[in-house]
């Protein structure tokens, strides 16, 4: 067990004793030697919680599932949750949106050096991340890593970007024609919480529920735009897509454009990316 590990347990130890919380999110070991998401309610229940480089999901998914009461009549519960720097992000989206409320959280933040992927390496996402310290926590665990400053080139989005129009289409026609449409993307990201996804319809105009290419294009274009200013680069849709599409690739570019334009990244700050602001009667920004 990791010190980092020991501290999560007895963290989440103390808040559920005291009362704190209700309910703590953090990592367990899975079957397979790996990690998984654990849903801790009881003080002795604490030491299955760990720390280690298989950590990869993004828990913030889960707040959703927690905002209301157990039962009527009852207040919503309060919920522990353990993050990495890249979660904290979507915390701040979160609140940013009137999704949580920050007083029902208690974030429990974790300094990371970087995730490993199924082979022991870092993932694409942690080698080009620069976030090493979360960007809200109630209490940190661990201590910034020294590491080597991380530039974003975008040198995958540039190989894409140099073809020719017509093969850059005919790139992305093939990878969306191996999309199966089963929504792992769309569920495992935490902004991606309406309660009626408008591409599961079957009434619109633009889009179905349809598998052909078509469908599949807008779905995976709409989603993209609709996460514009939103996305906190976290990489979980293209981590779980059973097809292994490289979604990272349409999300990275809307946030290196909303970045440019706005000089705005997502979940930084707690505040919403100019995209999203509302224009009162004189055109300005309520």
């Known amino acids: 067990m990791s010190e980092i590990g020991k501290e999560i347990q007895h963290k989440a130890r103390e808040l559920l004793e005291a009362g704190q919380v209700d309910c703590v999110i953090g990592y367990e070991a899975s079957p ?10 009881e003080p002795d229940d604490t030491d299955r919680l760990i720390w280690n480089g298989a950590c990869v999901h993004n828990l913030v998914i889960y707040l959703h599932d927690k ?55 870092p993932p694409a996402r942690c080698a080009r991340c620069g976030d090493r310290m979360p960007v809200v926590y109630d209490v940190l665990l661990g201590e910034p890593p020294e590491v080597a400053p991380v530039e974003e080139d975008y040198a995958d989005l540039a190989r894409v970007e140099d073809l020719p129009p017509a093969e850059r289409l005919a790139f992305w026609l093939r990878e969306f024609d191996r999309c199966i ?25 633009w889009v179905d529920m349809g598998i052909e290419l078509p469908q599949k294009h807008v779905f995976h274009l709409g989603r993209a735009l609709h996460l514009a200013g939103r996305c906190v ?54």
């Not at 919503?76 to 990495?84: A, E, F, L, M, S």
């Open 233 to 286: 680069e976290c990489d979980e849709c293209e981590r779980v897509c059973p097809m292994e599409l490289p979604l990272s690739l349409l999300n990275r570019r809307l946030v290196r454009e909303v970045e440019a334009l706005y000089d705005h990244r997502a979940g930084r700050e707690e505040t919403l990316t100019p995209l999203l602001f509302e224009l009162g009667e004189e055109g300005s920004p309520l």
């Open 32 to 41: 397979r030697g790996g990690a998984r998401p654990a849903f801790v309610y």
């Open 67 to 121: 905002k209301k009461p157990r039962k009527r009549g009852e207040e919503p519960p309060r919920v522990g949750i353990v993050v990495k720097p890249c979660d904290s992000r979507a915390i701040n989206v979160l609140l940013a949106e009137k999704q949580i409320e920050r007083e029902r959280i208690y974030v429990i933040g974790v300094a990371c050096d970087g995730m490993e992927d199924g082979t022991g390496e």
């Open 181 to 205: 449409r089963c929504y792992a993307c769309r569920q495992v990201c935490p902004g991606c919480y309406c309660t009626t996804c408008m591409f599961e319809r079957d009434d619109g105009l």
